[in-house]
């Protein structure tokens, strides 16, 4: 099993900002999330990826060649997905399709009109007139018509309905069918497309702070619930992030074993969602600070 | 290359609109000042090419250009191609108002050609400063060097016609078409491509270090 | 085939696949040889993961009632009737378990027991 991305201890320095030392082999065939806070660099991580910003440090590979050196060639085997819409807003959905196909190499015109009608793009509506949900929906379309081996999204599911996110589920399933296909999304609402990621990376502030297969999450992580009594100062040290109320507290543990053995019998375990392990790994790392 | 073919595509699919207004205006505005008429046939050229690199920088399009699998020297080689078109649209509007201006006895005098050549040459030579800057300020500065570059166009008309008077050489070769000598051609000719080239190194290496 | 996935449960996703897959093959629902969806489709299909798909039919593989071949996907497995009868004596007996937990908390002692189960069992076969 290989990587279609490599980011090797890449650093970027923006301003206020930091990405450090990101080192990260996204799996070929799966599908990757990359989940974190507002800010924590994931759009800066992938436009990285996407050659939009030149890491200060580091090398990327993506399908096994040298980003710098392949880069167009790479990209050809790209679908991006933007945050943002990025087409010339003055352009008909007809004409800016006809201005991006020439670029792509494989691109297929069938599988677009499919998209198009798929989706209910007219083709005669002005970029600027359609819908942010119908934005993305282009922006889908044409990462979809032009056989990419790697769909990169950033955000994708914001300005969507849920009805649409959930066709976005079987639309990306059905894409990574084809074993060799991958897609790398992120997204800091983590109800969104998780149930159907097979690798999560979170990233905080810049770091990354685990790349996990999904399906081993539940087994590293345990939430407790219990009352304030139980928190002395040896249980504390346990937990990742805890919050507290006048009622009690609700608490991260990493180590799931361990966090059974000296709470199973007085508190709460339960397995967190992808949710509670985000919101505890912030809360505990703000703490520390 | 077709790659470059195709991006020169873009940016004519983009302005293809504002030129439909821009001919007229440019039509009537020459008309009624038929006087420098060939001075007048740096304009169109110039405010096309502003206005395909403004669409590009307006909102988030340069990051679309990335997006694309196209190495960023050719999106800047492309830029400096499109010079071509542009000036092909002069061309042909400056001989549009030329002929409107015949057939309805407004001038009687041949095509000045040499005028227009020497006018059409200095677009490319405006476009090599315009470039860089485009590149180098982005987004925020685009708007400044634009009024600038404007302003400028404004003003080369009496500025263009102060330089052929000063440079008696070529205020000769206007008028008669002929040259004292062959070196003075020959070297300002070297320069001019020189100036082109080094324009399109300085915005490649600009932009080819951008974070978009 | 049907699956259903519960994701409020708090069951672990691959479990339920498992759990299902199983009760179907024992309940003579699959019969050997029967091909399963491939792991990709099934992952489609059930809007999850495909590495938990591929769990849960690793699962299954370990437990001898389906095989995995390499190109061609998942089969029921062509375990004979004496394997599976003994698998399915093996749930039996797991819910008798369970039975006999609820009775203890309910404070019903063996003979009890026996009667209640002796008189739904003829019950059933009239």
Redesign the interface.
């Known amino acids: 099993m290989s990587d279609c991305i490599r980011l090797d201890h890449l650093h970027k320095s923006?301003g206020h900002f930091q990405l450090q030392d990101i080192s990260l082999g996204v799996k070929e065939?799966?599908?990757t999330g990359l989940i974190g806070p507002n800010g924590a660099g994931k759009t800066t991580l992938i436009?990285m990826i996407?050659?939009?910003?030149?890491p200060d440090q580091g090398e990327i590979q993506l399908f096994g060649l040298d980003h710098k050196e392949h880069?167009?060639?790479?990209?050809?085997r790209?679908g991006?997905v933007?945050d943002?819409?990025?087409?010339?807003?003055?352009?008909t959905v007809k004409?800016m399709k006809?201005?991006?196909a020439?670029?792509?190499?494989r691109w297929d015109e069938d599988t677009y009109g499919k998209y198009q009608e798929l989706f209910k793009l007219s083709p005669g509506k002005k970029i600027k007139d359609l819908s942010k949900g119908m934005k993305v929906k282009f922006s889908l379309a044409i990462a979809l018509s032009h056989g990419a081996d790697l769909l990169i999204m950033d955000e994708p599911t914001s300005g969507l309905d849920p009805v649409f996110r959930?066709e976005l589920?079987?639309l990306l399933?059905?894409h990574?069918?084809d074993?060799r296909k991958s897609i790398i999304f992120s997204t800091h609402n983590t109800t969104d497309l998780d149930?159907?990621?097979?690798?999560i990376v979170f990233i905080n502030d810049g770091r990354i702070v685990f790349h996990e297969?999904?399906?081993a999450l539940?087994e590293k992580y345990l939430l407790v619930k219990g009352g304030k009594e139980l928190l002395d100062r040896d249980v504390r040290r346990l937990f990742l992030g805890i919050r507290e109320s006048a009622h009690g507290f609700e608490g991260l543990i990493q180590n799931r074993s361990e966090g059974e053995r000296y709470l199973k019998e007085t508190a709460i375990c339960?397995?967190p969602s992808l949710e509670e392990i985000m919101y505890f790994s912030v809360k505990g790392s703000d703490i520390r600070v | 290359m077709y790659n470059s073919l195709y991006l020169i595509r873009k940016d004519l699919i983009l302005v293809q609109k504002f030129m439909l207004l821009l001919i007229p205006y440019y039509l009537v505005m020459g008309y009624t000042n038929f006087d420098g008429y060939t001075l007048f046939a740096l304009f169109p050229a110039m405010i096309l090419l502003i206005n395909s690199c403004t669409l590009d920088v307006q909102q988030n399009n340069q990051k679309f250009l990335i997006s694309l699998p196209v190495p960023r020297q050719q999106l800047v080689l492309a830029k400096y191609l499109a010079i071509l078109p542009y000036g092909l649209v002069s061309l042909v509007c400056t001989m549009l108002l030329y002929l409107v201006a015949f057939l309805s006895g407004r001038t009687t005098g041949p095509l000045a050609w040499r005028e227009l050549a020497l006018c059409l040459a200095a677009f490319p030579l405006l476009a090599s400063f315009y470039l860089p800057l485009y590149y180098w300020l982005g987004r925020k500065g685009t708007q400044v060097v634009n009024f600038v570059f404007i302003m400028l166009i404004m003003l080369s008309v009496s500025a263009a016609s102060k330089l052929v008077e000063w440079l008696p050489g070529l205020s000769h070769w206007v008028s008669t078409g002929k040259t004292d000598s062959i070196l003075l051609p020959v070297i300002a000719g070297l320069g001019y491509v020189l100036v082109l080239f080094c324009s399109y190194l300085i915005s490649l290496r600009v932009f080819a270090a951008k974070d978009i | 085939m049907n699956i259903l996935i519960s994701s409020t449960s708090g069951e672990p996703i691959y479990a339920q696949i498992v759990a299902q897959i199983r009760q179907l093959i024992l309940q003579g629902e699959l019969v050997s040889g029967t091909p399963l969806p491939s792991i990709r489709q099934l992952a489609k299909e059930l809007q999850i993961s495909v590495i938990t798909t591929k769990r849960a039919y690793e699962e299954l593989e370990r437990e001898g009632l389906i095989n995995s071949i390499v190109g061609k996907g998942s089969f029921v497995s062509g375990a004979d009737q004496e394997f599976i009868k003994e698998q399915r004596l093996r749930m039996l007996e797991l819910k008798l378990k369970e039975i006999i937990d609820e009775s203890r908390m309910l404070g019903l002692n063996y003979a009890e027991l026996t009667d209640m189960l002796k008189l739904l069992y003829e019950e059933e076969q009239e």
């Open positions: 923006y065939g799966y599908i436009k996407m050659g939009m910003v030149h880069l167009p060639a790479n990209k050809d790209i991006y933007s943002e819409n990025i087409y010339y807003e003055q352009l004409q006809k201005v991006i020439p670029f792509y190499s959930r589920l079987d399933t059905e990574i069918q074993e149930r159907i990621a097979d690798y297969m999904k399906e539940a339960e397995t």
